[in-house]
């Protein structure tokens, strides 16, 4: 069983930036995914990156602006987000596929993490 805690999100003016941490326990050789929700729709994928950080992946909504990475080290994914919109506002959650499917699908991903609150005011 893995667990996944995030942190990181909060309050931040549009044009600012947060980075969101992912803690897992267990092993390290997951592909992980950064998901999330905004009131009244459906779950979307942001980002993802392999187990061995080789492959990195984006929604088109974030490309060029967010950037996941990790530190296998730590069990730690990261998602550095800059540029943020008030359209980013969201509850973001990371996630975990121990199976190696396809990155943008949320049912791909085995474990997830509560969710971390993300708000971007105008």
């Known amino acids: 069983q893995v667990q996944l805690v995030e942190s990181g999100g909060g309050l931040v003016q549009a044009g600012g930036s947060l980075r969101l941490s992912c803690a897992a326990s267990g092993r390290n050789s997951y592909n992980m995914g950064w998901f999330r929700q905004a009131p009244g729709k459906e779950r979307e994928f942001v980002a993802a990156?392999?187990?061995?950080?080789?492959?990195?992946y984006y929604a088109d909504s974030v490309k060029g602006r967010f950037t996941i990475s990790r530190d296998n080290a730590k069990n730690t994914v990261y998602l550095q987000m800059n540029s943020l919109k008030p359209e980013d506002t969201a509850v973001y959650y990371c996630?975990?596929?121990?199976?190696?499917?396809?990155?943008?699908?949320?049912?791909?991903?085995?474990?997830w993490g509560q969710g971390t609150q993300v708000t971007v005011s105008s």
């Open positions: 990156i392999r187990w061995s950080g080789s492959s990195t």
């Open positions: 996630a975990a596929d121990e199976a190696y499917g396809s990155v943008w699908y949320a049912t791909t991903y085995d474990y």
